[in-house]
């Protein structure tokens, strides 16, 4: 089966400047989780669909960043604006449903804000 | 709330050496345990996993990890390095959902760097 995919794989932006990520999880997996992995540090959740209702944001900074699952598929993550700390490498997963099963990973979009 | 301490930021084995690696977790119950390796550049890609039964479970690329309710613990386990192996490795603890929540949880520890030593 085909694995997650993310685009972009890397990106440059500047301070206070706004930047899109996308996720297409694997076929058939209710569960979709973005995480942001801060150089040096274990993968932090950011949200967690399941299908395309949010089950947990409480990590996620409302004030600059979102997310969004359309139809319970694809999902994009957006950061506006964004700041210097948000640096870091953005991965999106996927599972089917349960916390019994394996969450799969996509290889991330490395983001650097100068 | 569940957490995952992995007190060893840097490990670095000769290649032949064995490897064993430290994960701690604190949760009320039972949980499911993981351990995830990622190559530079990459995703994280499951190693091995532990549900029930046997507390010694085995892996991919000859891992393996023992389940300690008694210490919290649920460290991996390699008898020879290769130095392909030489990566990131964390170690993550799922909660079912439960009274305090309404989805399944995955807590991830902070991560262990591997070098190996030709």
């Known amino acids: 089966e085909a694995g997650v995919a993310q685009s972009p794989r890397y990106k440059i932006i500047e301070k206070r400047q706004s930047v899109a990520f996308w996720c297409n999880p694997i076929?058939?997996?209710?569960?979709l989780y973005w995480y942001q992995q801060i150089l040096g540090q274990g993968p932090k959740l950011l949200i967690q669909f399941q299908n395309n209702g949010v089950v947990d944001d409480s990590q996620l900074p409302k004030d600059r960043f979102s997310a969004e699952r359309l139809k319970g598929v694809d999902s994009t993550l957006k950061i506006q604006p964004a700041k210097l700390e948000d640096s870091a490498v953005y991965l999106c997963?996927?599972?089917?449903?349960?916390?019994?099963?394996?969450?799969?990973f996509g290889q991330g979009t490395r983001l650097t804000v100068v | 709330a569940q957490s995952v301490t992995q007190p060893d930021i840097h490990i670095t084995v000769s290649e032949g050496a064995s490897l064993e690696l430290r994960c701690n977790y604190s949760y009320g119950a039972t949980p499911y345990l993981f351990w995830y390796v990622q190559s530079p550049g990459q995703g994280l890609q499951l190693l091995l996993k532990y549900f029930s039964g046997d507390t010694l479970v085995q892996g991919i690329k000859g891992f393996e990890a023992e389940f300690k309710r008694s210490q919290s613990s649920f460290n991996l386990r390699k008898p020879s390095v290769h130095w392909s192996d030489a990566a990131e490795y964390f170690c993550?603890?799922?909660?079912?959902?439960?009274?305090?929540?309404?989805?399944?949880?995955?807590?991830f520890g902070p991560g262990t760097s591997l070098s190996v030593i030709p």
């Open positions: 997963a996927s599972s089917r449903m349960g916390v019994n099963t394996e969450a799969f």
């Open positions: 076929s058939g997996h209710a569960t």
């Open positions: 993550a603890v799922g909660a079912p959902k439960s009274q305090e929540t309404s989805y399944d949880k995955v807590i």
